[in-house]
């Protein structure tokens, strides 16, 4: 990763952290409640880059889905333990304006409680970024 992306782009690598994380332990799909986020992840499936970014992150392909739903968002907790504290940019919609309530209820009780749209899941078949082929030359 380089030292001049985005923090929407720093954040969603993180999600697919927590998320491959998440996946292992058998713990609830992680909520990606955040539109700055989301907006960038929407972004980044269409770049050929990346199957990529999902190894480096996740080490497998993430997909995206649809799901939508509301309540508390279940990995704040393994977020905070490997990243520290949820930054501003969690709580930014699609247009870059901050929820400065829903951020300082979170900074007060470390709980997020927040509405969703979509979810990570592994991706299909062998729940790893596809691999370079071996070209054969004879």
């Known amino acids: 990763m380089t030292t001049d ?8 690598g993180r999600f697919f952290t927590i998320s491959a994380s998440q996946f292992d332990a058998g713990q609830p ?21 990346y199957a990529d970014f999902c190894t480096q992150n996740a080490g497998r392909l993430i997909n995206h889905v649809e799901n939508t739903g509301y309540g508390r968002i279940s990995w704040i907790t393994a977020y905070e333990e490997q990243f520290g504290p949820l930054p501003k940019i969690w709580f930014t919609d699609a247009d870059g304006a901050v929820d400065e309530e829903a951020l300082a209820r979170y900074r007060e009780a470390g709980e997020v409680w927040a509405e969703w749209d979509c979810k990570p899941v592994p991706g299909d078949g062998d729940d790893v970024a596809p691999k370079t082929r071996k070209v054969i030359a004879r």
């Open 5 to 12: 992306q985005s923090q929407e782009l720093m954040e969603l």
């Open 29 to 49: 799909v992680p909520e990606m409640f955040s539109a700055a986020i989301d907006t960038e992840w929407h972004r980044l499936l269409d770049d050929p880059a």
